[in-house]
């Protein structure tokens, strides 16, 4: 599929899949339009003649404004963020407590921080097998990890939810410890040509995995307004999901929304006319996070992911999980709790745990950062 006008029936119930495990959400129907008529509007695909109402739209773009209590927007990224810093590194280390000669699978290596900080401690004997979906991110920690002296390190471009299969190619049924550092790191957000920030101006992509075909904005202009509604709410809890909704069906109709800036804007207005509350953040700050879930599937993946663990993982061994939002703490919570209640697992932190005043002062991505770690029961 091309970014066309056409789209896969898989994006169009993509949030659908990703929905389903936001645990305990109150009752409501965000996609609904309010006096409970159904929403018509179409995609920008539908060909509707705008031409009467194109003066009214282009308002919708208008230049970067602060919120309305006259506070600047937080961004996703400054300047002293270029430089990705792993985060909660001490606390997995002391958790994990890897030993030389044991086997450790990162199914989100990035940019090989936490490997650094890891290969030592499973050295000499040990292994370390890293997974990224991301090969940009996986070229530059290739570079980094074979300056490490020794072996025992095989770097996969691969979804971590198929980590079966990449431990079988190199002869491991099972490893002593699993790692997963979810979300996207400072590297990507810095580059605009990715997508992920509405900081910075460039293609409405979030990809992960650049050969994958869908991109953000395939969505963002062929989804129906409801199915915009509820995949902005079920994968963002964005409380004025069917407001945004609205508002980017009728920016779309003047022409496809295809950068980061262009969705931001749009965004923007809904705060700007009184329709959503002002906050600290930028107001697109979860509709962009919405739809990276979507576009890359991470709610699915990581359920897959946990699913096969327990297979997978030696007793003794750990399973450390670094997310950075409700759904997936809450998706990592609530299988260590089914777990231990089958026996199979042991909750070693019974509460995540956070970064300390120091790394937050020093590393901003690590405010938003939880670690939950768990270790492998039975035989």
């Not at 169009?12 to 929905?19: I, K, P, S, W």
């Not at 921080?113 to 090969?135: E, F, I, M, Q, T």
């Not at 869908?214 to 902005?232: G, R």
């Not at 909704?245 to 496809?256: D, L, P």
Request: proline share 6%; with cysteine.
């Amino acid at each position: 599929m091309g970014i066309g006008t056409s789209i896969s029936r898989e994006a169009l119930v993509l949030h659908r899949t990703v929905a389903v495990g936001c645990p305990n959400q109150a009752v409501r129907e965000p996609g609904r339009a309010s006096g409970g008529h159904r929403s018509h509007c179409r995609s920008a695909a539908s060909g509707s003649n705008v031409a009467g109402r194109r003066g009214h739209v282009q308002s919708l773009f208008p230049s970067r404004q602060k919120n309305r209590r006259g506070q600047e927007w937080k961004g996703v990224v400054s300047e002293s963020q270029h430089e990705h810093q792993p985060v909660l590194v001490e606390p997995v280390l002391r958790l994990l407590d890897p030993c030389p000669g044991q086997v450790i699978l990162d199914g989100t290596v990035g940019l090989g921080g936490h490997a650094l900080a890891l290969l030592p401690r499973v050295r000499p004997g040990g292994r370390y097998v890293g997974l990224d979906l991301d090969d940009a991110m996986l070229a530059e920690a290739r570079s980094r990890l074979s300056a490490t002296p020794e072996s025992g390190v095989a770097l996969f471009q691969a979804n971590y939810a198929e980590f079966p299969k990449w431990l079988a190619r190199v002869g491991l049924p099972r490893v002593d410890h699993m790692l997963l550092d979810l979300g996207v790191n400072s590297a990507q957000l810095a580059d605009e040509a990715r997508g992920f920030s509405f900081d910075r101006d460039g293609p409405l992509d979030m990809r992960f995995d650049r050969g994958q075909k869908q991109k953000a904005m395939d969505l963002v202009n062929a989804l129906p307004e409801a199915e915009l509604a509820d995949l902005f709410y079920y994968n963002a809890q964005e409380g004025a999901s069917r407001k945004i909704a609205k508002r980017i069906c009728q920016a779309r109709h003047v022409g496809r929304i295809t950068t980061t800036l262009a969705l931001a804007r749009v965004v923007e207005t809904v705060q700007a006319s009184g329709e959503m509350r002002p906050g600290k953040t930028h107001p697109a700050t979860r509709v962009f996070q919405a739809l990276r879930i979507a576009v890359n599937r991470e709610l699915d993946n990581l359920r897959a992911f946990l699913d096969q663990v327990c297979e997978h993982l030696r007793p003794g061994g750990k399973l450390a999980v670094i997310s950075f939002h409700s759904l997936e703490d809450g998706i990592v919570k609530d299988f260590l709790r089914k777990a231990k209640a089958a026996g199979t697992m042991e909750e070693l932190t019974r509460r995540p745990v956070i970064a300390d005043p120091p790394e937050r002062a020093a590393n901003p991505r690590s405010r938003g950062a939880k670690l939950r770690v768990g270790r492998r029961l039975g035989n």
